[in-house]
């Protein structure tokens, strides 16, 4: 179900409602990518996708400096999505 169409909405639903917590909040610098700070805050690039999603910046890898990206709780994130 991970980074399905049926997963992004249920994700966003349930950061916004509080049962998926946000560990931390990240302001992008130039040049910063999500899928390389999906790789520090989960060991995988390819979670990029829950960042994303959680955040509300659609789906691109790179987002402009300035963006505030949600961190989600992945254990949180794996409760809620059955992943």
Do not use: H, K
């Not at 991970?2 to 302001?27: K, M």
């Not at 992945?74 to 809620?80: K, M, S």
């Amino acid at each position: 179900m991970y980074g399905t169409s049926y997963a992004i909405p249920l994700l966003r639903e349930n950061v916004a409602n509080g049962n998926i917590r946000i560990i931390d909040r990240v302001v992008l610098q130039e040049r910063q990518r999500l899928d390389v700070l999906a790789g520090q805050y989960y060991g995988n690039g390819r979670d990029w996708w829950i960042l994303a999603a959680a955040s509300g910046v659609g789906f691109a890898s790179q987002c402009p400096a300035g963006t505030v990206v949600l961190v989600p709780d992945l254990a949180d994130v794996a409760r809620y999505l059955g992943g």
